[in-house]
Nanobody, 117 residues
Framework: QVQFVESGGGLVQPGGSLRLSCAAS????????MGWYRQAPGKQRELVAG???????NYADSVKGRFTISRDSVKNTVSLQMNNLKPDDTAVYYC???????????WGQGTQVTVSS
């Protein structure tokens, strides 16, 4: 059974940084295109960053230049480094398959990120 477990969220002031981590079991992340998603209250879940099996990365315009997605093939994790956080980044963050390649499923609990002064 595939399982994603996200961690690393918290409360941070505007301009601060957080690093999220996603541990996967039941699959090998480096063989899949993966993504980080977020869902803010009252909004649809959106894909904010992706990493391909080949290591190429891509980002939504709203986070480009501030967020960095990476993968650790030894630990079988995917991370999201978030810098210069803004209140609009407040959301629950999830990792999953990149929706442009396959249907995301096996959603985890996510990790809450709150950006507020």
């Amino acid at each position: 059974q595939v399982q994603f477990v996200e961690s690393g969220g918290g409360l941070v002031q505007p301009g601060g940084s957080l690093r999220l981590s996603c541990a996967a079991s039941g699959l090998i992340l480096r063989f899949n295109n993966m993504g980080w998603y977020r869902q803010a209250p009252g909004k649809q879940r959106e894909l904010v960053a992706g990493i391909t099996s080949g290591g190429d990365t891509n980002y939504a315009d709203s986070v480009k230049g501030r967020f960095t997605i990476s993968r650790d093939s030894v630990k079988n994790t995917v991370s999201l480094q978030m810098n210069n956080l803004k209140p609009d980044d407040t959301a629950v963050y999830y990792c999953n398959f990149d929706q442009r390649e396959q249907v995301p499923r096996f959603w985890g609990q996510g990790t809450q990120v709150t950006v507020s002064s």
